[in-house]
């Protein structure tokens, strides 16, 4: 509006720049709230109003043409500012209402339960969001502490409500089980009285006591990693295959729990399948064995923290499936950590 005003001033009326005062009231409708857009379109008007006059337009239709831009502008950005301010404020309470429930489903997980520290990070695959079709929980239950990481078929608000119908019949039954194959028996019952068709959960379960080791029961996941503090590395693969969660219908046998040795300084990284198959720009899956020296970092969340950032680091981008890891480090004697 300035550099109008002092071109039509300097250069004269010919050059026709006076209908151009308008853009001030127009980018104040897309930025500011209608109180600004008012002030600026009434200067808008004020400034038409003296150019117009110093130059003598109003002696034929150009200062009224020009007048009527401005205000017409001003109106329309003020209608645009009036309406964004009520979209903004919906989506403020929506927002507020998706982290209320966020914090329901995916709640903090303890950083400590007896040897055991714990830490977890999560990425969604969705915008803005926190939550998607990955799921994790730490009980810690009379016979130890209980673990569950898994990962829902498919994305959106259906697989959130799965990750909560599983979440929900987890943590019920992680208290009230006495075994942990009792455990993975309830949330399979629970989820295929709410799945339809062929959808599934992959999970891992585990339970951790006071070592020398941990019980894990798995249902077609990604095998968690385990770290030794000699530098080994591997997966705690299953003695055989099993089916996801949601498929027992199908006629399969259960999964049965098998024993890796955890004791102290080993590490036990439960993950989802976002993280091993984040792809880099040449389509090579993210080498997660290989990236386990990040995980030397003595604060658990930390290490978590850097192994995230490699992901996106190898995935050149935002990641395109949600991505959850949970890293259960069993203490070093004397307190002592890795």
């Not at 853009?23 to 897309?30: I, K, S, T, V, Y």
């Not at 379109?41 to 043409?65: E, I, K, P, Q, S």
């Not at 069993?330 to 002592?336: I, T, Y």
């Amino acid at each position: 509006m300035a550099v109008v005003t002092t071109v039509d001033v300097t250069a004269g009326s010919g050059v026709g720049f006076l209908p151009l005062v308008s853009l001030g009231p127009a980018f104040a409708g897309l930025v500011g709230g209608w109180r600004r857009t008012a002030v600026v379109g009434l200067t808008a008007l004020v400034l038409c109003l003296g150019l117009g006059m110093y130059d003598g337009l109003f002696d034929n239709r150009r200062g009224l043409t020009a007048l009527l831009s401005v205000a017409g502008v001003t109106a329309a950005g003020l209608v645009a500012a009036v309406m964004r301010q009520r979209r903004e404020a919906e989506l403020a309470s929506v927002r507020s209402i998706a982290e209320v429930a966020q914090r329901v489903l995916l709640r903090p997980v303890p950083r400590g339960a007896g040897p055991l520290r714990i830490a977890v990070s999560y990425t969604s695959a969705v915008a803005e969001a926190r939550i998607g079709g990955d799921l994790y929980e730490v009980v810690n239950a009379p016979g130890g502490v209980r673990v569950i990481v898994g990962d829902v078929q498919g994305k959106g608000l259906e697989a959130v409500e799965s990750a909560a119908v599983v979440l929900g019949a987890f943590r019920e039954a992680a208290y009230d089980e006495a075994d942990l194959m009792a455990v993975g028996e309830r949330v399979e019952r629970a989820l295929n009285r709410h799945l339809s068709g062929e959808r599934f959960v992959t999970a891992v379960l585990a339970e951790i006591g006071e070592g020398p080791r941990a019980t894990l029961l798995n249902f077609g996941h990604p095998a968690p990693l385990v770290v030794r503090p000699t530098g080994s590395v591997g997966y705690a693969e299953p003695p055989e295959r099993a089916l996801p969660l949601g498929l027992s219908l199908h006629g399969a046998d259960a999964p049965q729990p098998y024993e890796v040795p955890f004791a102290a300084g080993d590490q036990l990284l439960f993950y989802t399948d976002g993280v091993t198959e984040a792809r880099d720009g040449a389509g090579r899956f993210y080498p997660l064995d290989e990236r386990a020296d990040l995980l030397k970092d003595p604060d658990p969340e930390a290490a978590l923290q850097a192994v995230r950032e490699d992901v996106v680091e190898h995935a050149e981008g935002p990641l395109h499936d949600d991505a959850a890891m949970l890293l259960v480090r069993f203490r070093e004697p004397h307190g002592e950590e890795r």
